[in-house]
Structures are given as C-alpha cells and as structure tokens.
C-alpha cells in the first residue's frame, strides 16, 4: 500500500532560558549604607522638585538627568561587583582535579574599568531620548501657538 503522507519532524525545542539570579551587592560598610541611603536620594530629588514636576514634566525631568545619573553612577561604582566577576555559586563551586587553573584577571580588569563601562552606558544612551523629548515639546509648543 503506497502512502503519501510524509512524516514532519517536529522542530526542536528549545532549552528554557534559566532566569538572572539577583546581583548581590558588595559586602563593605559603604556599599551597605548607600544601599539604604540611595533610594532616599532620589525620592527626595524628585520630592523637593514636586510642583515644577507637575507644571512642566518635561523639562523637570530633563533637568533632574545629570543629578540622577550621577547617583546612578555612583550606586554601580559603590555597591555592585565588577563585570564579569563570580558569583557566590560559582565561587563555591571545586574545581575538577587535574583541571587547568585559569589565570585570575589583573585589578584594572576585575576593578573600576568594568563599572565606568557598566555606568556609563546609561549615561551615554540617554541624550537620545532627551532630544526626542525636546522635539516633542517643541513641537507640542509650536502646535499650541497656532491654534
């Protein structure tokens, strides 16, 4: 008997994607306390700027981008690990005997270099959406001036 239904092969699936553990912060008195005290920062930023933040969003918050990007950046310099440092897991985690040992990383490699790059990068994306939003104010403006 000749059949003509062909077999499709089902397409193969895919692993599921593990989830981001939580980034842990340094263990130092400093990153400890500006852990707690960065929050209370930037509420108070926008707090003490409330009634302009409600008259003229817009350029409130353009204005606010430097403070707040500053304290960003000093959060990540602060608190947070280098880039690519290891993890409590993998720290914990023996290596197999007769395994290569790899070397460690230099200091300027595991120090301040991966944080300037890692907090830098939200400085350096930002302007773009600033001066979209200042087009858009623009533009709203001279809309309204016509009418």
Request: glycine share 6%; proline share 10%.
């Amino acid at each position: 008997m000749n059949s003509s239904a062909q077999l499709i092969k089902a397409p193969k699936a895919k692993p599921l994607a593990v989830p981001a553990s939580p980034i842990d912060i340094l263990q130092n008195d400093t990153a400890k306390f500006y852990t707690h005290l960065h929050p209370i920062l930037v509420l108070s930023l926008y707090a003490l700027q409330f009634n302009s933040l409600v008259a003229d969003p817009v350029s409130t918050l353009f204005n606010t981008l430097l403070p707040v990007g500053i304290l960003q950046i000093a959060y990540v310099a602060i608190c947070l690990p280098p880039t690519g440092s290891k993890t409590a897991a993998a720290a914990a985690a023996t290596p197999k005997p007769g395994a290569k040992k790899k070397p460690a990383p230099g200091r300027l490699e595991s120090g301040i270099q991966g944080k300037i790059i890692v907090g830098s990068t939200p400085v350096m994306l930002d302007p773009g959406s600033h001066i979209t939003l200042q087009k858009h104010e623009k533009c709203e403006l001279d809309s309204n001036n016509k009418s």
